[in-house]
């Protein structure tokens, strides 16, 4: 007889269970995600192909489908982490395989070398370079992305990667990197002034570093 | 919402602050000297908060003084003047006065001593124009905040409406500066007659003037022109008395000592109807209208136990840090630190040539037992001591923790944009962390990483539109050949229905021949005409130039293949390798030689169309010039945009003090 | 020449760390005579072994983390610890005791959390801890105060007694703790005033019959009363200095009297009073000394307020109701646990983000 | 498929081991952790569980609606659960009694549903029962090194009270290693299984970095780099 009230009892149990997973799984239904979309909004869209895919949304759409985090070189290790914090997979170092984190930098034509030929137009991902058959091309700064892409087509060679310059609204306070300017002249005059005992030696600056 | 100050309402207090030495003395004993001009001034075309205006002189010219040297730009900056008459010896890059260190756009300017004033445009009566004119002559007259920001005052006013009260800021809480001390000891009338002009812009229903009581001499030479002067023309105006505390010469602290209101997050202080104003600001505005002189010069202190004869000065702007460091007897040592600013938030100079720009109220050269520098930086150890002093009630501790590990998303959580860099927090720190360096290292990391999310943002809607274009492209092209197709088709069906007797599709063409032999015919004779119209400018017009297109793709390719041989010399199993390598040899050395030859043949080529080249080359000029000015309006309407941005960090660091 | 570069502030308030430390330490001194007077020279023993052993343990650390062992010395927090740790036990626990102790409190609770600033326990207190579970025995045997002692120990055989558990005459520390009670065959062995109260009402009896005890004259026991009015004495002298603000001592000791006033209101004969939990136990090493430990204390004046009260209930609730006569160190630990959640809700308002009050 | 067998045990045994690196199931791992002896019959009662679990459920998982996995995996651990506590019962009785209520629930031990679910679920029940085996071996491992660890420092022995596991012949096994005059009495105490497990993932940490840093650098391989756009 127990038996029977064993048995019964766990049907009984598990036809709730059942009733109340139904409700659950119809009631709490997740919409997917447009993942691809977050990936993509936090690739630096470079758009320069170094992770081996045309563009960063395609490389977003691979990383969803299960591609390595760690193929963006422009985006360097803090997007590798952005990326793992949001797919809740393991951060891991830049793959150098792909390239390696560098300086942000900017094309510029030596314009006079141009010959203008419009390849460079054609490479350029994101319409950053102005021009037309013949006439001589130009970069807008404000829009490269510097990904490069229009050094290798250029059949004169007339494309620089050249570093961004810094500008002092854009200076994120390196004091550390703040050259060291020599003054001879105040030398002598602080030297005359302290009855020579103070050498004329360049002192090195000394800085505080945050 | 109102707010109705009168001279007994009670002070309130803001959390924290500090009370380090003052150390005013000796620099407020002396009156405010003046020092004969520097042999060279060095004018930045950006001085104040803002993109830099076009430069309206060019090398060699003479100026008077006062003239303007830039138009405001794009964005609504503020222009510079010269200083005084001279010549415009260079306009080149020059260190700015910035804690960068970096260089930028300076005219220099050789002074001949004679001050020749360029012609002053006062206005008599600012009630004959419009305010909209009158905020205009301001901006026209180079006037910016000299407390700390430099934020165009003409802007700030403009920007205020419904305004209840004005105040005035002459609390200077800094330690050392006197610069606004001395400039209400000496001329509280005209500063009095600038609160004046500015309540009649901003339809103020009350000034509020705030001094600290360390000043007993300037309040009372406030008390007494405010007692001079008819009560008509000023309404309602209160000279306040605030207790000495660091840092309640901040925008938002003075707020809040003297209203008790705090002004809100990303907000302004006109949003809850308060307009602020430096007194020298308010100097400055008085001598615009009332004499018609631009900006030109400041008072800067002199201050600092290297100077031997500590002071104030009026320094023309542009005046180098150098030359007025010399006049007061500047006794370098070892280590030398000179001072932008006060000890608190003032920034260290590597160059001496910087000049003094609008912004510059203090030149501090201490001595290392005065000021002694921070030790090394040790373990957090989570005392407190900054949180306690804090007066913007942020969390220093956690701030320092998060910036370190770069963490941005807490840092911006724990409101670190509302920090006021005051300094406080490094000052009491027990284990000498420099905290307000980490937070402004993050803070420009925060802004950088903004920018660079927007840039990113435009480059991958540009790569967008750049995908759908190519895609429309193709489709079009696509489409043009189906219907070229269809055309060709249908001309067929025609021609067939034109021969009905043809028996397959096989014998149209050769019948169809004749048919329409002449159409095709005419066709083909366009279509040659056509290339060879196309062909003939580019060939005739410039053989010289095609040549040398040549030589420089020949040489490019020659390059290529070096660079492919390369590698391929590498390649262990390659036994073609150095025949390959000997082939890339030989056509480098051709390509080469073929160079030459051009080169030669466009040299020999060269003088005999000298006329011809000269023209071209002024011409290319011309165009080049009309290129790199599109390009800098581009750039610079760019950089309006991120300057905007920016705006909001601006305004935050205008709670800078005197 | 060239000028030298540095960030703002450019003036500084001159107290380090190692100031501040210097000064908790020399506010110590009172207390720390008074526990000398009262019990015997041991208390000399272990301080100087627990900050030779502090010390060492600390050099050690820091060289294996790859960083520079005088610095982190030079800030003298780990005397600090070893100094607090050493008061705290039983002046004749076997100097093994004391080393077990040291090591845990600077090698573990301290370093293995990542040094200076970076420990979320009091070390000195978990170090307490870790020896009060593992050697009971030797962690109560406290002796009694020199007035009541049988026998006194002499420098030298305290010293005996430190390094081998009885004295050159063989007299253990048992015998040691036995108090004079005029008959030899009378004599009972000594407890701390909170044990022996707690003992006591766990055999029926009331506390008035608990408290007939010849050791309690005065306010709360002979002896540790002294030793609670020298720390603090020493507390005022921190107070007085700016090294400690009031809200952590205030709130602690507040805390720890209304709940003694309600107890004593209510149950008179079983909940001991105001001035047995004020001047007994380690109430005001721990006011002052142990609960203000910066790194482990809440940040925010409120923070602190909340956190030091949490101590004063735990402490009051644990000498009451608990297994152990005396509470600090466990209590210290506890409210420790809870710092990230009072930080995390008693955070201040940031200028401009207060709501407009109307 | 050999290759496979072998991550699969080096998985289970240490790169992903359930108690040192995902942390699973630490109640029953740190209560009884005391002795060896416990911590062994313990280990051994839940690989046994997990081996059962992961071939059953990796059987069944072709007929098992994904919304309802969870409960009949859970029914599927509590069977094997209920058969290893019978089992005890009958055979080791004074180990059962020791262990007490940690052998029942065993049933709520992360790291067997966590298998069943990560794992078995998903793969043949040859490989899921290889990795119920090597995932039970790790667990059980960390769980006599900390038995060891507590044991020794707390009583200065090792298989102290084996007879209850293995029969009265066991008895010979107990070592006593260092005669304690007073013994860490922390390390029996429930804070002292914290504090040791502590040490023993520290251990496990510190080994793996010495481990990566000795690793030579590998020769990198350059990417092939797509181009965007064509150049035409």
């Avoid at chain 1, 990936?39 to 960063?56: E, N, V, W």
């Avoid at chain 2, 306009?91 to 002053?120: C, F, K, M, R």
């Amino acid at each position: 007889m127990s038996w029977i009230i064993g048995i019964s009892a766990l049907a009984l149990m598990a036809l709730i269970a059942g009733l109340i997973l139904g409700f659950a799984a119809i009631r709490f239904r997740v919409e997917s995600d447009p993942i691809v979309e977050q990936i993509d909004s936090i690739l630096p869209q470079t758009q320069c192909g170094q992770c081996g895919y045309p563009g960063c949304r395609p490389y977003a759409e691979a990383i969803a489908n299960g591609d390595e985090l760690n193929k963006c070189p422009p985006g360097g290790q803090a997007t590798i982490d952005k990326l793992a914090d949001l797919l809740g997979r393991e951060a891991k170092p830049l793959d150098a395989a792909h390239g390696e984190e560098d300086i942000k930098k900017v094309a510029i034509i030596r314009e006079d070398e141009c010959i203008g030929c419009t390849k460079c137009i054609q490479a350029c991902p994101v319409d950053a370079i102005l021009g037309a058959t013949k006439q001589m091309h130009t970069v807008i700064a404000d829009e490269c992305t510097g990904c490069d892409l229009c050094v290798e087509p250029c059949p004169v060679d007339c494309i620089d990667m050249v570093p961004v310059e810094p500008k002092p609204e854009r200076w994120k306070w390196q004091l550390e990197q703040i050259p060291i300017v020599e003054m001879n002249h105040l030398a002598e005059l602080g030297q005359t002034q302290a009855n020579g005992s103070n050498e004329a030696e360049t002192t090195k600056q000394q800085q505080v570093n945050g | 919402m109102a707010i109705e100050i009168t001279a007994t309402s009670r002070l309130w207090n803001f959390p924290g602050g500090v009370q380090p030495d003052e150390r005013k003395s000796p620099a407020n004993l002396q009156p405010i000297q003046r020092f004969p001009l520097a042999p060279m001034l060095y004018i930045p075309l950006r001085q104040h908060a803002g993109a830099a205006g076009e430069l309206c002189v060019a090398v060699g010219d003479y100026v008077l003084k006062g003239q303007p040297l830039t138009i405001p730009g794009v964005d609504n900056g503020l222009p510079v003047h010269a200083s005084t008459s001279g010549t415009i010896k260079a306009i080149t890059e020059h260190p700015l006065n910035h804690p960068s260190g970096l260089s930028g756009l300076t005219v220099h300017l050789q002074p001949d001593d004679q001050d020749a004033p360029y012609p002053h445009q006062p206005i008599a009566d600012i009630h004959a124009i419009s305010q909209r004119e009158v905020l205009q002559h301001l901006q026209q007259m180079g006037i910016a905040g000299l407390g700390g920001a430099g934020f165009p005052t003409a802007r700030k006013v403009a920007g205020a409406r419904n305004i209840d009260a004005l105040i005035i800021n002459g609390i200077e809480c800094e330690p050392y500066i006197v610069a606004d001390d001395r400039l209400m000891r000496e001329h509280a009338a005209k500063i009095l007659r600038g609160c004046e002009l500015l309540q009649q812009l901003t339809s103020a229903k009350s000034v509020i003037f705030a001094i600290e009581d360390n000043k007993p001499e300037a309040i009372n030479a406030v008390a007494t022109a405010i007692a001079e002067t008819s009560s008509t023309t000023i309404a309602n105006i209160i000279l306040r008395v605030i207790p000495t505390k660091y840092p309640s010469g901040g925008e938002k602290q003075l707020i809040q000592i003297l209203t008790g209101k705090q002004v809100p997050a990303n907000g302004l202080p006109a949003d809850i109807g308060i307009l602020m104003q430096n007194v020298a600001t308010a100097y400055a505005v008085a001598h615009a209208i009332d004499v018609g002189e631009p900006l030109l010069e400041r008072v800067v202190t002199l201050t600092g136990e290297a100077l031997h004869h500590p002071g104030t000065a009026w320094a023309p702007l542009g005046t180098p840090v150098e030359y007025l460091l010399q006049q007061s007897g500047f006794q370098p040592s070892k280590h030398q630190r000179v001072i932008i600013g006060g000890p608190m938030m003032g920034y260290t100079i590597a160059n001496l040539q910087v000049p003094v720009t609008k912004t510059t109220n203090c030149i501090l050269a201490p001595t290392a037992s005065e000021l002694t520098p921070a030790d090394a930086e040790m373990a957090c150890i989570r005392c407190g001591a900054c949180e306690q002093a804090c007066p913007a009630s942020l969390l220093p501790q956690q701030l320092y923790w998060h910036a370190k590990a770069q963490d941005y998303d807490a840092l911006k959580q724990h409101h670190i944009v509302d920090c006021i860099e005051c300094g406080i927090c490094a000052y009491v720190c027990p284990s000498q962390i420099p905290l307000v360096q980490y937070y402004r290292q993050a803070k420009a990391e925060i802004r950088e990483q903004a920018i660079e999310h927007q840039k990113a943002e435009i480059a991958r809607q540009r790569f967008e539109a750049r995908q759908l274009r190519l895609e429309r492209e193709k489709e079009e092209r696509l489409e043009k050949h189906r219907r070229a197709a269809e055309a060709r088709k249908a001309a067929q069906a025609a021609r067939a229905a034109e021969a009905p007797t043809s028996p397959s599709a096989a014998d149209t063409k050769p019948s169809a021949g004749k048919g329409t032999n002449a159409a095709v015919q005419a066709a083909l004779a366009r279509a040659k005409a056509k290339k060879a119209a196309q062909e003939q400018p580019d060939s005739s017009a410039s053989i010289g130039p095609s040549a040398a297109v040549q030589a420089a793709i020949e040489r490019a390719k020659a390059k290529k293949a070096a660079q492919a041989a390369a590698p391929e010399q590498a390649e262990p199993v390659a036994d073609k390798g150095p025949s390959a390598a000997v082939q890339a040899a030989i056509e480098r050395a051709k390509a080469k030689k073929a160079a030459q030859a051009n080169a030669e043949s466009s040299q020999s080529a060269e003088p005999a169309p000298e006329n011809n080249t000269q023209s071209d080359k002024q011409d290319a000029i011309a165009a080049a010039v009309a290129r790199a000015k599109a390009r800098k309006a581009e750039r610079e309407q760019a950089k309006g945009n991120t300057e905007s941005q920016n705006n909001a960090a601006e305004n935050e660091r205008k709670g800078k003090q005197n | 020449m060239s000028f030298y570069i540095a960030s703002s502030p450019h003036n500084h308030q001159r107290r380090t760390t190692a100031t501040l430390m210097n000064i908790v330490l020399l506010a110590m001194i009172p207390g720390f005579i008074a526990q000398l007077y009262f019990f015997g020279w041991g208390v000399l023993f272990q301080l100087g072994v627990a900050i030779a052993v502090a010390c060492a343990c600390e050099a050690l650390c820091l060289m294996a983390r790859d960083r520079s062992a005088m610095m982190g010395l030079r800030d003298n927090t780990a005397i600090v610890t070893a100094a607090l740790l050493a008061v705290s036990i039983p002046p004749l626990a076997p100097w093994w005791v004391i080393v077990i102790g040291t090591l845990f409190s600077i090698g573990v609770v301290k370093h293995l959390f990542g040094g200076v600033g970076q420990n979320i326990f009091n070390p000195a207190m978990a170090g307490y801890v870790l020896l009060l579970i593992s050697f009971p025995v030797q962690m109560t045997a406290w002796l009694p105060p020199a007035s009541l002692a049988s026998n006194v120990p002499s420098f030298l055989d305290s010293l005996h007694l430190f390094l081998f558990q009885y004295t050159s005459e063989g007299y253990s520390v048992e015998q040691m703790r036995r108090i004079d009670t005029g008959t030899l065959l009378d004599a009972v062995v000594m407890a701390t005033p909170l044990d022996h109260i707690k003992t006591q009402l766990s055999q029926g009896l009331t506390l008035g019959e608990a408290t007939q005890h010849q050791q309690f004259t005065g306010i709360a026991g002979m002896g540790w009363q002294w030793v609670n009015a020298g720390y603090l004495l020493g507390g005022l002298v921190l107070l007085q200095q700016r090294v400690i603000q009031w809200h952590i001592p205030g709130a602690f000791l507040g805390a720890l009297a209304v709940c003694a006033i309600i107890g004593s209101v209510f149950a008179p004969d079983y909940l001991p009073g105001l001035n047995i939990h004020l001047f007994s136990g380690a109430t005001m090493l721990a006011a002052f000394f142990i609960a203000t430990d910066p790194v482990s204390a809440a940040t925010s004046n409120r923070g602190k307020l909340i956190y030091a009260a949490l101590i004063g209930v735990l402490v009051y609730l644990i000498r009451s109701f608990g297994g152990y006569p005396d509470a600090v160190a466990f209590a210290v630990l506890l409210a420790n646990l809870c710092v990230p959640v009072i930080d995390q809700y008693t955070r201040p308002t940031t200028y401009g983000y207060q709501r407009e009050e109307r | 498929m050999s290759n496979e067998y072998a991550t699969l045990s080096k998985d289970g045994l240490w790169e992903n081991n359930p108690a040192l690196v995902q942390l699973l199931g630490l109640c029953p791992l740190l209560a009884v952790s005391g002795t060896v002896t416990n911590a062994l019959g313990l280990g051994i009662a839940t690989m046994l569980v997990l081996v059962g679990s992961n071939i059953t459920v990796s059987l069944v998982r072709n007929f098992v609606p994904n919304e309802i996995r969870i409960p009949v995996f859970v029914i599927v651990i509590a069977t094997f659960v209920t058969l290893v506590e019978l089992t005890m019962n009958a055979f080791t009785y004074g180990l059962f009694m020791a262990l007490g209520i940690f052998i029942p629930l065993i049933v709520t031990n992360c790291a067997i549903i966590g298998r069943a679910e990560a794992y078995a679920s998903k793969n043949a029940w040859p490989k899921a029962g290889f990795d119920g085996l090597m995932m039970g071996l790790g667990f059980a491992a960390v769980l006599v090194a900390l038995g060891a660890m507590r044991e020794l420092l707390g009583q200065g022995t090792l298989f102290d009270g084996a007879e209850l596991l293995l029969g009265a012949w066991a008895s010979e096994l107990r070592i006593q290693l260092i005669q304690f005059d007073y013994p860490l009495l922390l390390a029996i105490l429930p804070p002292g299984a914290f504090i040791c497990m502590g040490f023993l993932i520290a251990g496990k940490n510190w080994l793996d970095l010495r481990r990566k840093e000795k690793l030579a650098k590998q020769p990198i391989a350059k990417a092939q780099r797509a181009r965007v756009t064509t150049v035409n």
